[in-house]
């Protein structure tokens, strides 16, 4: 699997993204991988060798909620994944789905 880290290509400069509400804020994080990702599709291909069984993209934003109320604004984080499956045999398809939804996970052991 190949795993690519986006977010200083996504967001350069590490500005803050300000939204105001957390739902229009994720809606957003997550376009702008999609919309990456997609842009981007025949260049992942031209690097795939016979091993390559999927790309793992990722990027992380840090925000603001800009609400009506004080109690409602909050500092936001943000961690958008996407995982790409090649085309493979059943039991690559077994292996990788055997791992890939906890690549996600953050809580601890």
Sequence with gaps: MVALNLTDILNPDAMPILQTSFETYRHFSA???KHFVRGHLEIFAMK????TL???TEFSTQGFILAERKEDCSFVNCREGNVS???MKA???DFVNGFWRRLGNQDPI
Excluded: C, N, P, Q
Excluded at 48 to 51: T, V, Y
């Design 31 to 33: 376009e702008a991988l």
């Design 48 to 51: 795939r060798s016979s091993k």
């Design 54 to 56: 999927a790309v793992l």
């Design 85 to 87: 499956l090649h085309s």
């Design 91 to 93: 039991k690559d398809r």
